[in-house]
């Protein structure tokens, strides 16, 4: 049994394309479950309507992941993956190569992220739930969650990205330092916290879904974040800011 356990721990891991982090690796105690990950806590909102909302399985790690779930494409990856048909990040330097759509870990992101799945919207839910608002989208649930909003729901606004990508940073692209020399060494990059995946800067490059230290969710602190890898002026702003 024990072996079992390790063996899906370690399918876990090489689903999410990193190694398993280590008890030394959520610092200040900064767990999932105190995060915005932690999707059981809305359904628990002090409004008796938000359980109408969104489905509450009573199990934080089941939102994204199933401890028994050996198909699909992802080992233990509990949703389904977008339709695609994204506008990708516009780069204006020829020396970044691109992937046409989103890649690697950055799709799971956007599974959540870019409004078109519902945050419960799991491949294999653990207890069965119906309801008039479950299964919503995030652009639905923009009708309460959105800056200004007489509702007066939890502002998410910056939360979803849409399926429109472009004013967005790059991502699902090669980080190649050789062919651009504004970009630092990947060894200073990695030596400073950031986490390639298979060369390619992602979404989990500079995220870690699940500790928040750093908000919103970011690896290593704010400060001199872009100087990590761009050397002078990183370029044009994007609208992934904080």
């Not at 652009?139 to 309460?144: Q, Y």
Request: glycine share 10%; with cysteine; net charge negative.
């Amino acid at each position: 049994m024990r072996r079992a356990a390790l063996l899906a721990l370690a399918a876990l891991a090489a689903g999410l394309g990193a190694p398993r982090p280590s008890a030394a690796q959520w610092p200040n105690g900064i767990t999932i479950d105190q995060t915005p990950h932690n999707l059981t806590r809305p359904a628990k909102n002090t409004d008796p309507d938000m359980r109408n909302r969104i489905a509450d399985f009573d199990e934080i790690c089941v939102y994204c992941h199933a401890p028994h779930w050996g198909a699909g494409p992802t080992p233990l990856w509990n949703r389904p993956n977008p339709a695609g048909g994204y506008r990708m990040p516009e780069i204006n330097d020829p020396d970044m190569i691109q992937d046409p759509q989103p890649t690697g870990n950055s799709v799971k992101c956007l599974s959540c992220h870019d409004g078109t799945i519902g945050l419960d919207g799991v491949i294999k839910p653990p207890i069965t739930f119906s309801g008039p608002r479950f299964g919503q989208t995030i652009d639905e649930c923009e009708g309460c969650h959105s800056g200004g909003n007489p509702a007066g729901g939890i502002d998410w606004e910056g939360v979803w990205l849409d399926t429109d990508l472009r004013k967005q940073h790059p991502f699902s692209v090669l980080y190649d330092p050789s062919r651009d020399p504004n970009f630092r060494s990947i060894a200073e990059v990695e030596a400073a916290g950031l986490v390639l995946y298979d060369g390619k800067v992602q979404c989990m490059t500079c995220h870690e879904p699940h500790t928040e230290r750093y908000r919103p969710f970011l690896r290593i602190p704010r400060t001199g974040f872009c100087s990590v890898c761009h050397i002078g002026n990183p370029g044009e702003s994007t609208a992934h800011h904080w």
